[in-house]
């Protein structure tokens, strides 16, 4: 983050049961704890949405879109993948769209992202549920 003033990272990586409770979308299912992938051997990592909430919270990032079960892709063991969109926290900016979400009390969709593309439609959606369709 210290070697460029702009950067935008899309990281997608079967985490889904890291993010879940968080996003209260505890309905969906995807990528469990311990995650493994029995063709190589490879395990997913342990913290990275705690990493990532820590840096949104320190205000090195702002995390603009979040979605424990994007996609399931059907040649990977690990099923469905997660992702998690950010860029580096810009000097004055307000808070992302994840953290308004997470400020809130209502759930979260049964489907999609927060602050990502409606998948209805596929306009911006904003945050807040209450402004959804």
């Known amino acids: 983050m210290g070697l460029a003033p702009v950067v935008d990272v899309i990281h997608v990586e079967p985490i889904g049961w890291q993010m879940r409770d968080q996003l209260r979308v505890g309905m969906r299912h995807g990528a469990a704890i311990g995650n493994i992938d029995k063709a190589h051997g490879f ?6 949405w705690k990493l990532v909430l ?12 979040a979605d424990p079960e994007m996609c399931g892709w059907g040649f990977a063991d690990w099923g469905v993948y997660s992702l998690i969109r950010f860029h580096k926290h810009r000097t004055g900016e307000s808070k992302g769209a994840v953290a308004e979400f997470l400020a ?3 759930p979260g969709p049964a ?5 990502g593309p409606c998948i209805a439609c ?3 959606r904003n945050a807040r549920k209450e402004d959804w369709y």
């Open 43 to 48: 395990q997913t990592n342990q913290n990275y």
């Open 111 to 115: 489907v999609g992202s927060i602050g």
């Open 122 to 124: 596929g306009t911006i």
């Open 54 to 65: 820590k840096l949104e919270s320190d205000e090195k990032l702002t995390i603009d879109e």
């Open 104 to 106: 809130g009390t209502g």
